[in-house]
């Protein structure tokens, strides 16, 4: 029994870190700007198709594959900003959510005309990996290693980059980061960028561990929200550390009761954290 949970609880870890990829894209994203992007799931499910094409028809290592879908992912971004975000970034909340939800809309609409709801499997394997009773598969580790360098890599640019620091000014106040200087429609267009390159990252990561389908992205743009209100909402650091909460969750559960518990638990621990402390783990009262 003692092995059985230790193994859970390092699975429920790895993956917890591939999710909280997937939520700090969504976090930095309305941390930024207050947009909140309902087309992360289809983007997620972008970047695992990205994956999964450049694996099976051009036989590129998934993640080697992995760097091309970053940079369409930061693309589509960018594109996606000027096109349906930046017009009402200003306007009511309902204009923001309602143009992303388009865009959520139309990339399910073209992915189920092109690939159907059938599930599609990357099959790539890095072996075992044996630490006395433990043993992980090598996919699993190397995405979660992955995952943690792109967020030491995240934290750096933020942190250390004279752009990073300009992201965090326009977060933190957008009229006097401008009256500095700062190029805020640049800047707010670079922030949608990476976060949708997160969301297509965590997605090719995701497609190296389990099978995906054109639809996959909903579930973890639902577990991305309950990730990014568990860290604090608007903090990079505070969505992998959810991340790593559901994760040990979705890997501890199981052994104890059936897996169709697991979302349960999940959103009645969301509910608790809005009614004890809303602004998050990591969150600062306003």
């Known amino acids: 029994m003692v092995n059985v949970l230790l193994a859970s609880l390092i699975d429920g870890l790895l993956i917890g870190f591939v999710y909280g990829i997937a939520a700090m894209g969504l976090s930095l994203i309305f941390g930024v700007m207050d947009v909140v992007n309902l087309a ?59 143009a992303t939800f388009a865009v959520n809309m139309m990339i399910i609409g073209i992915g189920t005309s092109l690939f159907t709801t059938s599930s599609y499997n990357v099959e790539y394997s890095l072996g075992t990996v044996t630490a006395g009773p433990i043993n992980v598969t090598g996919t699993r580790l190397a995405a979660s290693l992955i995952a943690l360098l792109v967020t030491a890599a995240l934290y750096w640019f933020l942190y250390y980059t004279r752009t990073g620091k300009y992201i965090r000014a326009v977060a933190n106040n957008r ?22 390159m997160l969301a297509a990252i965590a997605g090719g990561l995701i497609a190296t561990i389990f099978p995906i389908n054109i639809l996959a992205g909903g579930s973890y743009e639902l577990k991305s929200f309950v990730i990014v209100v568990m860290g604090g909402l608007g903090n990079p650091l505070g969505a992998l550390i959810g991340g790593l909460i559901l994760g040990l969750m979705e890997g501890v559960v199981p052994v104890f009761m059936k897996t169709t518990w697991v979302p349960v638990l999940e959103f009645m621990l969301f509910i608790i954290i809005l009614l004890v402390r809303p602004q998050g783990i990591l969150g600062a009262k306003e």
């Open 175 to 196: 009229s006097s980061a401008e009256l500095m200087g700062i190029p805020s429609t640049r800047i707010l267009a670079l922030s949608f960028g990476i976060g949708t």
């Open 40 to 98: 992360h799931g289809p983007i997620i499910a972008l970047g695992m198709f990205g994956v999964y094409l450049l694996f099976s028809l051009l036989g590129l290592n998934p993640f080697i594959a992995l760097i091309l879908v970053a940079v369409m992912g930061l693309l589509f971004g960018l594109v996606m900003y000027m096109t349906a975000v930046h017009r009402v970034i200003d306007a009511p909340p309902l204009s923001s959510l309602l």
